[in-house]
């Protein structure tokens, strides 16, 4: 029974006006600071994080085709779908070297500043 009457909430309660007794007007401005510094950080965090996703739709078209090509249509076509997907990938070659190109100029900078 002796541990129930330690975690009275009418005590709690009690001790805390008894501790706010003993504070001085200055101290609740501080208190009153300190509080809204933090809230502010928490709320830089939560806008800061919050972005939109760039949507890109992932649509792949199915060709129909007679079924009485010749071999060097096929093969043509090949070709052409070989010259697209080459044409693509030198594209996303660029797109990444620029990227790293600008990583590497902040990286550089950052060395140069010691970090």
């Known amino acids: 029974m002796k541990i129930r009457h330690l975690f009275s909430p009418v005590h709690a309660i009690r001790d805390f006006v008894n501790f706010a007794r003993a504070r001085e007007k200055h101290e609740w401005w501080f208190l009153l600071a300190s509080i809204c510094v933090v809230l502010v950080i928490g709320w ?7 972005f939109e996703r760039e949507y890109k739709p992932n649509i792949i078209y199915v060709e ?15 070709q052409i779908d070989l010259a697209k997907e080459r044409a693509e990938a030198a594209e ?12 590497k100029k902040i990286d550089d900078k950052l060395k140069s500043w010691g970090i």
Do not use: K, L, M
């Not at 010749?70 to 090949?78: F, K, M, P, S």
């Not at 070659?93 to 990227?99: F, I, L, T, V, Y």
């Open 64 to 78: 129909s085709w007679p079924a009485n090509r010749t071999d060097e249509e096929i093969i043509a076509q090949q």
């Open 92 to 103: 996303f070659e660029r797109e990444r070297a620029a990227r790293q190109a600008e990583w």
């Open 44 to 50: 830089a965090f939560v806008h800061d994080s919050h």
